[in-house]
DNA sequence: TCAACAGTTTAGAACTATTATAATGTAGAA
DNA sequence: TTCTACATTATAATAGTTCTAAACTGTTGA
């Protein structure tokens, strides 16, 4: 709520201002305790609720795109009709629960490193993730 | 070409009747060598150069999904604009090349078995999938 | 053999997540 | 304060996918 500050600066030395939609936004997905799974629409549900100054849907999906730019999010690789993001930025991986459409953390330790004992020619990894697809027992 | 009566029987025995349609189609698909990765839009571009009968777009989509559905096709997880299916049914993960948006099969060999040592009570592990994002070195 | 029916195909409309446009507004520098 | 590049916004456009409902066809069994 208060402490608006850090975003403020956070922001700023990222190249990019400060604004009133991006500071309310940094609250919602950063002033949490947990981390949490979203997707667009879950989002500006949740600004609705937030606020009553209303921020345009071209702006959220402007800011998630900056946020994501600046590592400040993750988007989860998964087929869906929509794209799911993940404030949590360190190295995880995820089950996906196909029935409720949930994405659940699992903790990195619960994971054996995986390895991948062959490359590409010419290019390098930028990411390894782990998809564990769920459903109803 | 000629061995339709092997994809007449497969469709024929698992409750799909064998069009004309969705023989072509099996041909594509299955009359190769190689395994391969494609989008709907591939396989539309496919299936045009290969007859002059046209298929409705709308069936393209649900001969994917129907073959799907009996496990001839696997859908593979990404975040892209577009599904990409895969004719390799078999138990594997993959590289997506990010620049030429491309999906590369990692022989299973070459990846050591990834161990989760964690459950979601009530749920049951339909799959288990890396993606290895790589980029231009 | 062939009528009947359920399954299938089809063109086109509808849907929906996402991106583009271009006018208006604003943060930060000078 | 003034200026300008950056940002927001409403709205249109785009594009992949799904839906609709009419026409068609494979299969069954009388
Ligand atoms: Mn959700
Ligand atoms: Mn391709
Ligand atoms: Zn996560
Ligand atoms: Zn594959």
């Known amino acids: 709520m208060l ?4 975003y403020i600066d ?15 936004i940094c609250e919602i997905l950063f002033n949490t305790e947990k981390t949490f799974h979203f997707t667009i ?4 549900k949740k600004i609705s609720k937030a606020t009553n100054d209303k921020i345009s849907l071209a702006t959220v999906y ?13 988007e989860i690789p998964i087929n869906s009709d929509q794209s799911y993001f993940d404030t949590n930025t360190s190295h995880h991986h995820h089950f996906y629960d196909e029935n409720q459409k949930d994405l659940i953390d699992i903790d990195d330790a619960d994971v054996e490193p995986v390895k991948v ?21």
């Open 3 to 6: 402490n608006n500050s850090h």
């Open 10 to 24: 956070k922001l700023r030395s990222s190249g990019l201002r400060p604004t009133k939609q991006r500071i309310k």
């Open 41 to 44: 629409n879950d989002l500006v």
């Open 62 to 74: 402007n800011t998630v795109h900056a946020f994501k730019k600046k590592g400040y999010l993750k």
């Open 117 to 137: 004992n062959t490359r590409i020619p010419g290019k390098k990894i930028k990411s390894v993730e782990v998809l564990v697809k769920v459903e109803d027992a």
